[in-house]
């Protein structure tokens, strides 16, 4: 019955997002990502073609592109079958139903650690965050993130409790190390071909411009012209033959490997079901951003923890189950590897030298801007110790951090979640406040560490749910811990994500607020209902999301407009043509996003 109805509040949350989503805006650079998308696309033709990637040449492509071309390629799809929709719109349903996804992992981790209502209670109080909920329909990157972060755990951790079928304890020693050394020759063979790919290219482009020379050697022997066109033709021919033969050749080793496994082992349909998507959720984790191997990270430790700790029913040791362990691991690793590799263009030509690039870019994000914190503008190098502490403090509903004080007295007696808190979320918030990680848009980039807090909160309430005697009182609890975020989410609907709970007042000149231009569409639509026919329109910046929902008579233009829509970030609205009449504020709980002014 529980499942059933788990199954009928998600299918509910689903038809509510496809009811609402198109209340909500394109926020300001989900342009730009799906241009990148489209060039990661197209580079699926061009690298066997030609062996080239199309690069954006900015750090769009240190980003892993797999869910905006999953979301792109979706959004698409939707349409064709619907034209009459807005490929954005079809975009931020992918969005939520993504999200939602997260949040059916994130109760599925939650079970583990405590009981059943606790684990509702945290995972509908972890729902209703206005702060999540607003993301989660037009996050093109940091709600995507954070929900394939919680579904690569919530697999992971179920692989590993399906581990004991997974054993090498009926095979021989002889066909242990044939198949030990088999692997191995396959492992060095495949990845040495993929990770020197830039070393390949140059050993290529070395022969032939020699043998253009007039030097002999192989390319000299097999091309007879080699002297009478460019060297650059024959360059890219023989690179693009060694992608293919690579290819082919990764394709009928591996195929080759597994015949011979499934010989011996009887458990190799099993990785089919139980290792093959946790490692493709982790792989496609780090093909949206690079730190997605955390959870990998974590999903080790559970592994290696419950293998020693694991006792076999025939001998009293602990360690029985290690070397079967490390083989899962290993499979899981190599091929989370292979669809990180795959779903991540920019990686193809040189996947260490551009892995290592990814990681420094988004240690040290080159973003210029300025940020607004507590009515002072910042560098994002330059942020004081307090932003990130505050921000968590005054953007979550008021029961959270209570709720997480009281859930740290049973943290103390769960190894596992205490671990995880510390690898998830305790160590990377210390590391972000104290290297001055650059941050912008408050703390949407670090929402995948963000979960732990939510856990813990649930064993908070595991506890106080524990102090109260009658079950209508511990639903009365339940019920009111979540009216801040059910209160909030209708005040502010659409615009959840500039959400500030009650510790600050109002946040107006203070902290950042519609930091999406998420108000566009609604100022847009306004004018739509009042502008004349063919009226010019001002718009500030981001320009796009105006234009996108405006009338098709409406043109957008910089020259003697009828009206303007300006932003109240940085103050624009205040800037530009402010002698003029407001006509419409788009503002909620008194907070303002975004006038509309009529030019005199």
Request: charged letters at 15%; a negative charge; hydrophobic letters at 45%.
């Given at each position: 019955m529980n499942k059933i109805i788990k199954l009928i509040f998600f299918i509910t949350l689903a038809?509510?997002?496809?009811?609402?989503?198109?209340?909500?805006?394109?926020?300001?650079?989900?342009?730009q990502f799906y241009k990148y998308a489209n060039h990661a696309l197209e580079s699926y033709s061009t690298w066997p073609q030609r062996g080239e990637i199309i690069v954006t040449g900015n750090t769009y492509d240190n980003y892993g592109p797999a869910f905006v071309i999953f979301t792109s390629l979706t959004a698409r799809a939707l349409q064709i079958i619907n034209p009459s929709g807005l490929i954005s719109d079809y975009r931020h349903l992918v969005y939520f139903f993504t999200f939602l996804a997260g949040v059916w992992a994130f109760h599925d981790?939650?079970?583990?650690?405590?009981?059943?209502?606790?684990?509702?209670?945290?995972?509908?109080?972890?729902?209703?965050?206005?702060?999540?909920?607003?993301?989660?329909?037009?996050?093109?990157?940091?709600?995507?993130?954070?929900?394939?972060?919680?579904?690569?755990?919530?697999f992971g951790f179920r692989m590993v409790d399906s581990a004991p079928h997974f054993s090498l304890d009926s095979l021989t020693p002889a066909a242990r190390k044939s198949l030990t050394v088999l692997s191995a020759l396959w492992l060095v063979s495949v990845f040495s071909l993929f990770l020197l790919t830039d070393t390949f290219h140059t050993l290529i482009e070395t022969l032939v411009r020699a043998a253009a020379s007039g030097e002999t050697n192989i390319i000299s022997l097999i091309a007879s012209d080699i002297q009478k066109v460019k060297p650059e033709i024959y360059i890219q021919k023989y690179f693009t033959l060694f992608l293919w033969l690579?290819?082919?050749f990764f394709l009928l080793s591996s195929f080759g490997l597994f015949l011979y496994i499934r010989r011996f082992l009887n458990f190799i349909l099993h990785p089919l079901s139980f290792i093959l998507i946790p490692a493709l959720l982790l792989g496609l984790t780090t093909s949206t951003r690079i730190l997605g191997p955390l959870a990998g990270v974590i999903v080790v430790y559970y592994a290696l923890r419950k293998s020693i700790q694991r006792k076999d029913v025939h001998s009293p040791l602990t360690t029985h189950q290690l070397p079967n362990t490390i083989l899962l691991l290993t499979i899981y690793a190599i091929l989370s590897i292979i669809a990180m590799y795959i779903t991540w263009p920019y990686l193809w030509p040189n996947p260490p030298a551009r892995l290592l690039e990814s990681l420094q870019v988004m240690s040290q994000y080159p973003w210029k801007g300025q940020v607004l914190f507590n009515g002072q503008f910042y560098s994002s190098t330059d942020l004081p110790l307090s932003y990130i502490p505050v921000l968590l403090a005054i953007q979550f509903t008021e029961p959270v951090w209570p709720l997480f004080v009281i859930g740290l007295i049973k943290l103390r007696k769960n190894n596992m979640a205490l671990v995880s808190t510390l690898l998830w979320f305790v160590l990377p918030l210390l590391a972000l406040i104290f290297t001055h990680a650059p941050l912008y848009d408050n703390t949407r980039q670090i929402f995948f560490i963000l979960p732990p807090v939510f856990?813990?909160?649930?064993?908070?309430?595991?506890?106080v749910l524990g102090w109260l005697n009658q079950q209508k009182v511990k639903m009365g609890f339940a019920v009111f811990i979540l009216l801040p975020g059910l209160i909030a989410g209708v005040v502010l609907h659409p615009y959840?994500?500039?959400?500030?709970?009650?510790?600050?007042?109002?946040?107006?000149?203070?902290f950042e607020l519609d930091y999406w231009a998420a108000s566009y569409r609604e100022a847009a639509n306004w004018l739509n209902e009042?502008?004349?026919?063919?009226?010019?329109?001002?718009?500030?910046?981001?320009?796009?999301?105006?234009?996108?929902?405006?009338?098709?008579?409406?043109?957008?233009?910089?020259?003697?407009?009828?009206?303007?829509?300006?932003?109240?970030?940085?103050?624009?609205?205040?800037?530009?043509?402010a002698d003029d009449e407001i006509v419409y504020q788009v503002e909620r709980g008194g907070m303002l996003f975004a006038v509309v002014r009529k030019i005199k």
């Open positions: 038809i509510l997002g496809v009811f609402i989503t198109s209340q909500y805006s394109e926020s300001w650079d989900e342009l981790i939650a079970k583990r650690w405590m009981n059943q209502l606790a684990a509702c209670t945290a995972t509908l109080l972890f729902l209703t965050q206005p702060l999540f909920w607003g993301h989660a329909f037009f996050s093109p990157k940091d709600i995507p993130f954070m929900s394939f972060f919680l579904l690569s755990l919530s690579r290819s082919t856990f813990v909160a649930g064993l908070g309430v595991e506890t959840q994500y500039v959400y500030y709970n009650h510790l600050i007042g109002n946040p107006t000149g203070r009042n502008a004349p026919a063919n009226a010019k329109i001002a718009v500030g910046d981001p320009q796009h999301i105006a234009e996108l929902y405006l009338r098709s008579d409406l043109k957008i233009t910089d020259a003697e407009p009828d009206y303007v829509i300006f932003s109240t970030r940085y103050n624009a609205h205040e800037k530009f043509f």
